[in-house]
């Protein structure tokens, strides 16, 4: 069984999955898998989460977790952009994002990559 939009992206009516610069998948693609009845399986590469502390990300600040705290409100402040959570979640090793603001009083590391400038400290 063939699912049209694995056939139109195949025959490259529809682009392949691109993801935007501010997305913890930019510059992962998509791979296919082709099961034993033949049918094509798109699905994302894995992405591996970095250890909190590489040290190809630079902290920029820390951050005391408050009661009733959003993380993509936390990254809008310290990074200037609330798609941005995932950031804070590699850096703090979060694979769930609402487990780093569960607790009040836990402290969260502010990063950004090796080099790059981090936005301005609220």
């Not at 610069?21 to 989460?49: K, N």
């Not at 920029?60 to 990074?79: E, G, M, P």
Request: charged share 10%; net charge neutral.
């Amino acid at each position: 069984m063939s699912y049209p939009l694995q056939a139109m992206t195949r025959l490259g009516v529809v682009p392949p999955v691109t993801f935007p610069t501010d997305s913890r998948y930019c510059g992962y693609g998509t791979l296919q898998y082709t099961a034993p009845d033949g049918q094509c399986v798109a699905y994302l590469a894995r992405r591996i989460v970095p250890q909190p502390g590489a040290p190809n990300f630079a902290t920029i600040n820390q951050y005391t977790v408050h009661q009733q705290d959003r993380l993509d409100l936390i990254a809008a402040k310290y990074l200037g952009d609330p798609l941005l959570f995932w950031l804070i979640c590699d850096a703090n090793g979060a694979i769930a994002p609402h487990e780093l603001v569960a607790t009040p009083g836990r402290v969260l590391a502010i990063t950004t990559p090796q080099g790059v400038p981090g936005a301005n400290s609220a």
